[in-house]
């Protein structure tokens, strides 16, 4: 019954250790590769610009202003 505990508890250890060794490994790869430069660009818009653009793309959902509804389309193949 004791060998059996010890067998367990090595067994644990083992794997443990293995995943630590393995998590730090991955860290040390990650911390290395993002330490990079990245080369500025200049900014040529400003905030305004930017919201300006994407307001006039957005679609009419006004449903007071136009008709808007999905089952125009549709005909009811039951009914009349």
């Avoid at 644990?12 to 590769?33: C, E, H, M, P, R």
């Avoid at 040529?44 to 009419?60: C, D, M, Y």
């Amino acid at each position: 019954m004791q060998k059996n505990k010890i067998m367990t508890f090595v067994i644990v250890l083992v794997v443990v250790l293995g995943a630590l060794f393995w998590y730090l490994n991955i860290y040390k790869k990650s911390t290395s590769d993002t330490a990079t430069v990245v080369p500025s660009t200049e900014v040529t818009t400003t905030g305004s610009e930017v919201v300006g653009k994407a307001v006039e793309a957005l679609p009419q959902t006004n449903p007071f202003e136009t008709k808007v509804s999905p089952y125009d389309a549709y005909k009811n193949p039951f009914g009349n």
